[in-house]
């Protein structure tokens, strides 16, 4: 009973870390497809760690696992891995525009999806399921799936740091973290999976996926609240910024500072450096005189533009 309730409250836990970080995303103001893409993954992740919960409470009532719900909180599982390579094809390209690339990412979970839901009939998913739904005798699509998963979130991860090396020669301490959140999961699935494959005796607890997830989670909302990750430029946008030649930032609707190319911190660095976080603060410093001016200026040629756009509206 102890062991239940331990398992129940580490799944509730990351429920509430999934639901947490998926509210801190939905109210960004100004989303794009990174974000969409961001919240459908912890979205998934929610749900299956609310429908795996839900298993081990009528578990622990009755005895009994409800198939359904297994295979609801299955399919979930599935899409992880398309998602998951839409993320980080994402973070390097800012990007997807054609729908045949979302397709041709979601044939495998679809088709692991198919195999399941109809696996009545030709039982090559899973060949036995116990009465009470605790032990499962897999068939031999199964293996099949387990291989395009893995080879789908190693891809993902190999994409990401590739590119991040070729087009910054670094991993910045927001790739690092979310890479980090990624990899856990990642290698416990390897593990669950050697052992599948090669019948070691290797022994996890139910839970290890939850708390991976749960890491996961936790890094991204590291990532997202101290380094403005999902704000910043796209990676391959971010390389051609570094070789303009003019002084080049970019900050957000709350004055956040979420990308400087190369020369404006070789010529305002040290400036920054002294408030990282408020743009607006930095341009009380001199050095910002002539740009306050240029600024001012556009606002007011802006409202000027806007109370003659008025007035020819009331003459009217």
Same mark, same amino acid.
Do not use: W
């Given at each position: 009973m102890l062991e239940s309730i331990i398992k129940i409250l580490i799944y509730l836990f990351s429920a509430g870390v999934h639901l947490v970080l998926l509210i801190r995303i939905k109210n960004i103001k100004y989303s794009r497809q990174l974000h969409r893409i961001c919240a459908l993954n912890i979205l998934i992740l929610f749900m299956w760690t609310i429908l795996a919960v839900s298993n081990i409470i009528i578990d622990t009532i009755t005895g009994y696992r409800i198939c359904s719900i297994y295979f609801a909180g299955s399919i979930c599982v599935f899409f992880l891995p398309a998602t998951l390579i839409m993320f980080c094809i994402l973070l390097v390209k800012n990007k997807i525009s054609s729908i045949v690339t979302y397709i041709l990412i979601c044939i495998p979970p679809v088709t692991s999806t198919i195999m399941l839901v109809t696996n009545s009939f030709h039982k090559l998913f899973i060949k036995e399921i116990s009465e009470d739904v605790k032990t499962l005798v897999f068939g031999s699509y199964y293996y099949v799936h387990c291989t395009w998963q893995l080879i789908y979130s190693t891809f993902a991860v190999l994409y990401l740091i590739y590119f991040s090396l070729k087009y910054t020669n670094c991993l910045t301490r927001q790739i690092l973290l979310v890479v980090s959140g990624i990899i856990m999961p990642i290698a416990v699935d390897y593990?669950?999976?050697? #052992? @599948?494959?090669?019948?070691?005796?290797?022994?996890?607890?139910? &839970?290890?996926?939850?708390?991976? @997830?749960?890491?996961?989670?936790?890094?991204? &909302?590291?990532?997202?609240?101290?380094?403005?990750?999902?704000?910043?430029?796209?990676?391959?946008?971010?390389?051609?910024?570094? @070789?303009?030649?003019?002084?080049?930032?970019?900050?957000?609707?709350?004055?956040?500072?979420? +990308?400087? #190319?190369?020369?404006?911190? #070789? +010529?305002?660095?040290?400036?920054?450096?002294?408030?990282?976080?408020?743009? @607006?603060?930095?341009?009380?410093? +001199?050095?910002?005189?002539?740009?306050?001016?240029?600024?001012?200026?556009?606002?007011?040629?802006? +409202?000027?533009?806007?109370r003659i756009q008025e007035l020819s509206r009331n003459s009217q």
């Open positions: 593990v669950v999976y050697l #052992n @599948y494959f090669s019948n070691l005796p290797i022994s996890l607890p139910d &839970s290890i996926h939850t708390l991976s @997830y749960c890491f996961t989670t936790v890094c991204l &909302s590291i990532a997202i609240k101290k380094y403005k990750f999902l704000d910043t430029l796209p990676i391959a946008i971010r390389s051609i910024v570094d @070789y303009i030649s003019d002084s080049f930032v970019v900050i957000d609707y709350k004055n956040n500072i979420l +990308e400087m #190319n190369n020369n404006f911190k #070789n +010529e305002f660095g040290s400036i920054i450096k002294q408030n990282e976080s408020d743009f @607006y603060k930095v341009m009380q410093d +001199e050095n910002f005189n002539n740009l306050k001016n240029q600024i001012s200026k556009i606002t007011a040629n802006k +409202e000027d533009h806007i």
